[in-house]
């Protein structure tokens, strides 16, 4: 049992850890126990069906980042963090709305890898220096850190029926990081869930990749599809995709809490592209230069060429299917 002097002090402690985090501009932080992970069995048998599909780095380090003192030896607490991305996308015009093909919000601003891991960094550094002789270690999405679960023990939101993490007030776009840390700070209470009855997640998935509340199957999934799939798509799951390029925003457009969701204050993610859509027909005969030119500075450098060009092409395809139909609709109308 900890004296009365040590709580205080590890208390005002948080308080100025949230104090710095808000300073550096996160608009949500909490705290968590750095406990090994509540689900690492569920873990292990997803990866075992396989339904991280090319995802093979999920499988590498597979005790760390169920653990994260196995991460960090000696870690005690985890300072979650997370910074809301969410913009007011300009509407396609009428002419162009089948030409275009859709980027998910969050890949439409500056690559949020290198823009929030520098503020964590600075967060990492104002600690240790806060207290001496702690230690940090840092990550924003790349590290083996089972994050949103992270994110929800530090009351941050909780993990939807999408599987995202959702905030009551600022919904779920959301882009998280952690620092974890040598030092044993207060925890926080953790958000309940809200998802209640709710299934539109659910329903509104073309793919069906929510295979049930909490379930996710990537390989079925459009961000995957368009971002980690290297190959061919199959075309019954590629018929589905609509005119998404990069990434899918469809399970969270749909989720009550993100009904109206506070614009982003961050001026860095807010997007490059005011209608969030680029031309399909251009975009599948790209040059590298072009490619370049299109992805600079954004997470949509992830995707190489080879995949930008065949995402296009796919929307590019059900895009013109769909105005044919709608052609054939319209001609039978006028008969």
Not at 109 to 136: C, F, I, M, N
Not at 183 to 209: K, N
Request: charged residues 25%; contains cysteine.
């Amino acid at each position: 049992m900890r004296n009365p002097i040590d709580q205080l002090r590890d208390a005002t402690l948080a308080r100025a850890v949230k104090a710095k985090a808000t300073e550096l501009g996160f608009d949500l932080v909490g705290i968590a126990p750095a406990d090994p992970s509540r689900f690492a069995a569920f873990f292990r048998r997803w990866l075992d069906e396989g339904r991280q599909g090319e995802m093979a780095y999920l499988a590498d380090r597979f005790d760390e980042r169920v653990d994260p003192r196995r991460y960090l030896p000696e870690a005690r607490s985890v300072i979650c963090v997370a910074r809301n991305y969410y913009s007011t996308l300009e509407p396609i015009p009428e002419a162009d709305r089948q030409r275009h093909g859709r980027i998910a919000r969050y890949a439409l601003g500056k690559d949020y890898h290198s823009h929030l891991k520098d503020k964590l960094y600075d967060l990492a550094d104002w600690l240790r220096e806060t207290v001496p002789g702690s230690q940090t270690r840092s990550s924003v999405d790349t590290a083996p850190v089972m994050e949103r679960e992270m994110a929800a023990r530090a009351g941050i939101g909780w993990v939807g029926k999408n599987t995202c993490i959702i905030h009551p007030r600022v919904g779920s776009y959301l882009l998280l990081g952690q620092v974890l840390t040598t030092i044993d700070l207060p925890i926080d209470e953790p958000e309940p869930d809200h998802c209640g009855t709710c299934t539109r997640c659910i329903d509104a998935c073309p793919t069906q990749a929510i295979t049930g509340p909490y379930q996710l199957d990537a390989r079925r999934c459009i961000s995957y599809l368009t971002i980690e799939h290297t190959g061919d798509i199959a075309p019954e799951l590629a018929s589905q995709m609509g005119d998404w390029v990069f990434g899918c925003d469809i399970c969270q457009d749909v989720c009550p809490h993100n009904r109206q969701p506070p614009e982003t204050t961050d001026a860095a993610l807010r997007p490059r592209i005011p209608t969030g859509s680029i031309e399909v027909d251009r975009a599948r005969h790209w040059s590298m230069d072009e490619y370049h030119a299109g992805t600079r500075h954004t997470a949509m450098r992830r995707v190489k060429l080879p995949q930008f060009q065949r995402n296009a092409a796919i929307a590019f395809e059900n895009l013109s299917r769909a105005k044919d139909a709608i052609d054939t609709v319209a001609r039978q109308h006028d008969g």
